[in-house]
């Protein structure tokens, strides 16, 4: 499937074609400008909102005004951080499956779908070019916001490789939720159906994890959880611990707020042994959990747009 | 020889219990242009589908060119130009941009695409369009645009569904004679009409389909003689010599239902039903020549695909 990449991309009109249509006209231009502007409204809140939090608050453990500059901008520029990537993380789990949802059930209704996969185009060429026109334009999503994590790069607060890694996350997101709507919009029967399914799996994933990450926080530490598993030997207390830790890591915003949280804890970028259970047990950053996770789920999604699209149907 | 390119074998196609196609068997020679007709949910579509490998059949086989649909369906639709009786198209596309994108479809070399379409355009006389959107062109213009996506990869064959539906007469007219040109460039057509004129005057095979059934197929020609059990047959005669005309014609026992009527310059007008065959129709002049009627015209009425159509179909829908 790898070898096969090259010439999915070579010369693939699918592409040229998908990414004219979605650049020609005004609803692209309107689309990145309003993306542009909510992130701008976003990272003035933030940065007003933290700034005077800080001057208070620095005034009052901070005599040195050097020291407490360097603390506000590295306050500030974490802030941003978060905020721009948690606001990309819903635009790209949001926007990506809208517009995958119609990428092969439009060919449906505008009735070009049997033109096209009479041609000598294959159905990899079909969907890896549908795929990659896509990404293409969730990465100038993504790539659009770097000005604005420059910014919190620039305020202090951030390493550049926590920078990278989210920019490749959100690239990872995309790719996992327009695999995903990709798929669907192999089977929908219309553009409407493929948006109603993908939300119904969109929104639980997305909401649902971090509400059962929730749940769960409040009773592991409450007493509950502590009478049931206290006492516990090491192979399920570590069973248990990855359980949870896979159940955190397949969720993009669950993943990021763990990943951070494990960085700025463990200072490692991919491994550690933490104290679980009353032992130690090694465990992987989420974000790395996610990347394999992501990148099984969309090949796998993937695959099976492709096999739908090579069937020739009986109806 | 001709040989035959297109062969369907025994096909039947059907919808949850519902025979659509049942057990069709026809084949199409190569250069033939096939008029496939029928009423609506005949099976027309359903059977160019599984032609053009998009839809799979429930028994059967059809094979183009030696090569099964279903088996070798890359190597058939290489083979295959497919119109259909829509015309699909995508937002914000020039003509050119819809045929140069197609034409990648079908790894055509971008060096190679510009004479390529150039000449397509001309052919189906869409130059003058070149860069307006699809979606600005007129429904002739885009059925001749849709033959044009059709034959970006010179392919040998071409299955029109219902290619003159909803076109003006000037556009048929030019659809027609485009048909034509293409056939002498070689292609063998397949098409599917409603248009009972189109076909007659295009076709040189038909096969026709009612309720997933074939109740007719074959050459044209062959086809007319076959089904024509009466013919009709005007005389008109030289003068007044109406008596010997009728006297030569009580003779033949094929010859039925005279009427004569004189005309404005005097001659005499004959009407009769005649059943005989060619053999018959010549025997029938020479009796009337040897009888010394002097015989000004002598013409037979052909029967119409739209008679042959309806005699042979009963209106019944699958």
Redesign the interface.
């Known amino acids: 499937m790898i070898k096969d990449v090259p010439a999915v991309w070579r010369?693939?009109?699918?592409v040229?074609?998908e990414l004219?249509?979605r650049m020609?006209?005004r609803r692209t231009f309107l689309l990145l400008t309003a993306h542009l502007v909510l992130l701008s409204i976003l990272v003035f809140i933030i940065y007003i909102t933290v700034y005077q939090e800080t001057q208070i608050s620095n005034a009052y453990y901070y005599s040195g005004s050097f020291q407490r500059a360097l603390e506000a901008s590295s306050t500030l520029g974490k802030a941003i951080f978060y905020g721009t990537v948690t606001l990309l993380l819903f635009v790209v789990t949001l926007i990506g499956p809208a517009f995958t949802a119609g990428a092969i059930v439009s060919e449906k209704e505008?009735?070009?779908?049997?033109?096209?996969?009479?041609?000598?185009?294959s159905p990899k060429a079909i969907i890896g070019g549908k795929l990659s026109a896509i990404l293409v334009f969730m990465g100038l999503l993504v790539l659009a916001t770097l000005p604005f994590q420059s910014m919190a790069f620039f305020l202090g607060g951030v390493a550049f490789t926590e920078i990278i890694l989210s920019v490749g996350l959100l690239l990872l997101t995309a790719l996992l939720f327009c695999s995903l709507g990709l798929y669907v919009s192999t089977f929908a029967r219309s553009v409407t159906i493929a948006n109603m399914i993908n939300y119904a799996f969109v929104i639980p994933m997305l909401l649902g994890v971090p509400f059962m990450a929730f749940l769960t926080g409040i009773l592991s530490s409450g007493f509950f959880f502590e009478r049931f598993f206290n006492g516990l030997p090491y192979l399920p207390a570590a069973a248990i611990t990855y359980g949870i830790l896979f159940f955190l890591s397949i969720n993009p915003l669950s993943m990021a707020v763990t990943s951070e949280i494990f960085i700025q804890e463990t200072g490692s970028y991919f491994f550690s042994v933490e104290k679980f259970f009353d032992f130690n047990i090694p465990i992987v950053a989420p974000w790395l959990i996610f990347t394999v996770f992501s990148l099984v789920m969309s090949a796998i999604f993937i695959r099976a747009a492709v096999r739908r699209v090579e069937r020739?149907?009986?109806? | 020889m001709t040989t035959d390119l297109i062969v369907i074998d025994n096909l039947s196609k059907s919808f949850d219990g519902r025979n659509a196609v049942d057990g069709i068997s026809f084949s199409i020679a190569a250069g033939a242009i096939f008029g496939f007709i029928g009423p609506n949910g005949a099976g027309k579509t359903t059977t160019i589908r599984i032609l053009t490998t998009l839809l799979q059949p429930t028994g059967g086989a059809v094979t183009v060119d030696g090569r099964n649909v279903l088996i070798d369906k890359e190597a058939v639709r290489r083979q295959l130009g497919y119109v259909p009786d829509f015309f699909g198209t995508y937002n914000d596309m020039t003509t050119w941009e819809y045929l140069d994108f197609f034409a990648g479809c079908y790894h055509i070399p971008p060096a190679n695409r510009p004479a390529l379409i150039t000449d397509l355009l001309t052919l189906v006389d869409l130059t003058h369009r070149r860069d307006d959107y699809v979606n600005s062109l007129s429904r002739g213009m885009k059925q001749r645009l849709g033959l044009a996506r059709a034959l970006i990869h010179d392919p040998q064959i071409l299955v029109l569904d219902e290619p003159a539906a909803g076109l003006d007469p000037r556009a048929r007219v030019e659809f027609r004679a485009l048909l034509q040109e293409l056939q002498t460039m070689g292609k063998t057509i397949l098409f599917s009409s409603h248009i009972l004129a189109d076909v007659d005057e295009l076709c040189t095979d038909v096969g026709i389909i009612e309720a997933g059934k074939m109740v007719a197929v074959g050459n044209l020609q062959a086809l007319r003689a076959e089904l024509r059990a009466t013919r009709t047959i005007y005389l008109t005669l030289l003068g007044n010599q109406l008596n010997a005309a009728l006297a030569a014609l009580s003779y033949a026992p094929q010859v039925t239902d005279v009427t004569h009527s004189q005309n404005a310059e005097g001659d005499w007008d004959l009407q009769f039903a005649f059943s005989g065959d060619k053999v018959a129709v010549s025997a029938l002049i020479a009796r009337l020549v040897a009888a010394g009627v002097p015989l000004l015209s002598f013409r037979e009425e052909a029967q119409s695909l739209e008679e042959m159509f309806m005699q042979l179909t009963e209106g019944i829908v699958s």
């Open positions: 010369n693939n009109p699918v040229v074609n004219r249509s020609r006209g505008r009735q070009t779908y049997d033109l096209l996969v009479i041609t000598a185009l020739v149907p009986h109806k």
